[in-house]
């Protein structure tokens, strides 16, 4: 199996790559943004920008994969409310220029596109866990361009027999992670703390909101799994199937951390609107791959502060 995966030098690529590499033995050609740095082994590694339809098609020319994964993506919450143009931009035009490029293929190759369970947005928490039937009300920029690509794509399956297969992916975290989403922040404000970096306070946005975590390499085997055994035209939630308050993570944190914190609100890293809950009704994903997460979250979050520590001893 030939694999192009598209939008590969973030967080998702390369344990991606690695997973489609190492235990599912396919072949891949991984694209990163010209300014981007993408050091992989066992991937040959080329530009792409998704704005270019032109380099789109010619890339798909040049590896004629049997798969594409469309990682790429404008992925930050609090960047879309700050950026909406560019996130509408890359999010859903950039999807529909892989769509078309797709298309125009005389063997259009399979698709896995990746969406998010910020689509779901706002719902009472008897809704929760979330099936793939429920309504999307997505309630930031990010979760509309989403919802929207994955709406296109529904459409170029059915309309053009195209096989794609999409995928809802709730919070994923570990290793690796920038920053700019909570559990990586966190991990790294521990770790600043150990360092003697800054003063032994947390700053935290909203702690009581409750979210479905998983970790990013149990992620990465599930686009696998779905590779192999989803199916067309169908959209699959890929989450843990749990629910935890920020809080709680906050708590697990803080007992690992090797120097005792205290922790304070920033009104800073309060979103203008956030779902109390979310969390995913993991069933079709099951029934349809025999899928289960293998990695806890105290496990996640040891390794995720290893990273950090790792990083600020070098
Ligand atoms: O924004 P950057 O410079 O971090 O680059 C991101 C890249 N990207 C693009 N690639 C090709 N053409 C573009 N016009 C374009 N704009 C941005 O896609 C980044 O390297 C990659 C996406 O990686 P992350 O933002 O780290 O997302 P992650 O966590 O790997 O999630 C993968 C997918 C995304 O579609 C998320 O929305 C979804 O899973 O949850």
Same mark, same amino acid.
């Given at each position: =199996?030939k694999?192009?995966?598209?939008g590969?030098?973030?967080?998702?690529?390369?344990?991606?790559?690695r997973?489609?590499?190492?235990?599912?033995?396919?072949t &891949?050609?991984a694209t990163k943004l010209?300014?981007?740095?993408?050091?992989?082994?066992?991937?040959?590694?080329?530009?792409?920008?998704?704005? @270019?339809?032109?380099?789109?098609?010619?890339?798909?020319a040049?590896v004629?994969?049997?798969w +594409? &994964?469309?990682?790429?993506?404008?992925s930050s919450?609090?960047?879309?409310?700050k950026?909406?143009?560019?996130? +509408?931009?890359?999010?859903? @035009?950039g999807?529909?220029n892989v769509?078309?490029?797709?298309?125009? *293929?005389? *063997?259009?190759?399979k698709?896995?596109?990746i969406?998010s369970?910020?689509?779901y947005? #706002?719902h009472?928490?008897?809704? %929760?866990p979330?099936?793939?039937?429920a309504?999307?009300h997505p309630?930031?920029? %990010?979760?509309?361009? !989403?919802?929207?690509a994955?709406?296109?794509?529904?459409?170029?399956?059915k309309?053009?027999?195209?096989?794609i +297969?999409?995928v809802r992916?709730?919070?994923h975290?570990?290793p690796g992670q920038?920053?700019?989403?909570?559990?990586?922040?966190?991990?790294? *404000?521990?770790?600043?703390?150990?360092?003697?970096?800054h003063?032994?306070?947390?700053r935290?946005?909203?702690?009581?909101? !409750?979210r479905?975590?998983?970790?990013?390499r149990?992620?990465?085997?599930a686009?696998g799994?779905? =590779?192999?055994?989803?199916t067309?035209?169908? &959209?699959?939630?890929?989450?843990?199937g749990?629910?935890?308050?920020?809080e709680? &993570?906050? @708590?697990?944190?803080?007992?690992?951390?090797?120097?005792?914190f205290?922790?304070?609100?920033d009104p800073?890293? #309060?979103?203008?609107v956030?779902?109390?809950?979310?969390?995913?009704?993991?069933t079709?994903?099951q029934r349809?791959?025999?899928w289960m997460?293998?990695?806890s979250?105290a496990q996640?979050l040891?390794?995720?502060?290893?990273?950090?520590?790792?990083? %600020?001893?070098?």
């Amino acid at each position: =199996m030939k694999v192009l995966v598209i939008g590969a030098a973030g967080f998702v690529g390369p344990y991606l790559i690695r997973h489609l590499t190492a235990d599912m033995g396919a072949t &891949v050609f991984a694209t990163k943004l010209p300014q981007e740095t993408l050091d992989v082994p066992n991937a040959a590694v080329l530009d792409l920008d998704i704005l @270019q339809p032109d380099a789109i098609a010619a890339t798909l020319a040049q590896v004629q994969p049997d798969w +594409v &994964v469309h990682l790429a993506a404008q992925s930050s919450v609090a960047l879309s409310w700050k950026k909406p143009n560019l996130t +509408v931009a890359i999010n859903v @035009q950039g999807t529909v220029n892989v769509l078309e490029a797709l298309r125009g *293929q005389a *063997q259009p190759p399979k698709l896995l596109m990746i969406g998010s369970g910020e689509e779901y947005g #706002i719902h009472p928490e008897s809704a %929760y866990p979330i099936a793939e039937a429920a309504a999307l009300h997505p309630c930031n920029l %990010y979760a509309a361009t !989403k919802a929207c690509a994955e709406q296109i794509a529904l459409i170029y399956a059915k309309a053009y027999g195209m096989h794609i +297969v999409s995928v809802r992916a709730f919070n994923h975290i570990g290793p690796g992670q920038t920053p700019q989403f909570v559990v990586s922040d966190f991990c790294k *404000q521990a770790v600043e703390i150990e360092c003697g970096l800054h003063e032994p306070v947390i700053r935290t946005g909203n702690l009581s909101s !409750k979210r479905d975590f998983t970790d990013v390499r149990d992620v990465v085997r599930a686009y696998g799994a779905l =590779m192999e055994c989803g199916t067309s035209g169908m &959209v699959y939630n890929v989450g843990s199937g749990h629910a935890i308050a920020i809080e709680q &993570v906050l @708590q697990m944190i803080q007992a690992q951390c090797r120097v005792p914190f205290t922790v304070e609100p920033d009104p800073a890293r #309060i979103r203008p609107v956030d779902a109390p809950m979310i969390c995913a009704d993991i069933t079709a994903l099951q029934r349809d791959t025999g899928w289960m997460p293998e990695i806890s979250l105290a496990q996640t979050l040891t390794d995720t502060l290893d990273a950090w520590r790792a990083q %600020y001893q070098s």
